[in-house]
């Protein structure tokens, strides 16, 4: 069975960065994007950032040039570095694996002065 853990999240003030950790289990990782989703209150889950098993990554316009997907294959684990944060990045993070219906269980941002 296939589980993911996120960390890393937090409240900071505008500006600042956060670096998400999420830690897979199982061996699916290695030859699976993973993607990092967000939810803000009242809004829809929307994609951040996806990275491929051969590390190409795209990104959400409202994020590109402000937060970096990376993969270690060898610890099962993809980040997300998250610079320049601004008070519309409050939602909570989800990992996710593409293409299958596995998720985290979430982790806040909360980006307030």
């Known amino acids: 069975q296939v589980q993911l853990v996120e960390s890393g999240g937090g409240s900071v003030q505008p500006g600042g960065s956060l670096r998400l950790s999420c830690a897979a289990s199982g061996n699916i990782f290695r030859i699976a994007a993973m993607a990092w989703y967000r939810q803000g209150a009242g809004k829809q889950r929307e994609l951040v950032a996806r990275?491929?098993?051969?590390?190409?990554?795209n990104y959400a316009d409202s994020v590109k040039g402000r937060f970096t997907i990376s993969r270690d294959n060898a610890k099962n684990t993809v980040y997300l570095q998250m610079n320049s944060l601004k008070p519309e990045d409050t939602a909570v993070y989800y990992c996710?694996?593409?293409?299958?219906?596995?998720w985290g269980q979430g982790t806040q941002v909360t980006v307030s002065s």
């Open positions: 990275i491929t098993s051969g590390g190409s990554t």
């Open positions: 996710f694996i593409w293409g299958t219906n596995y």
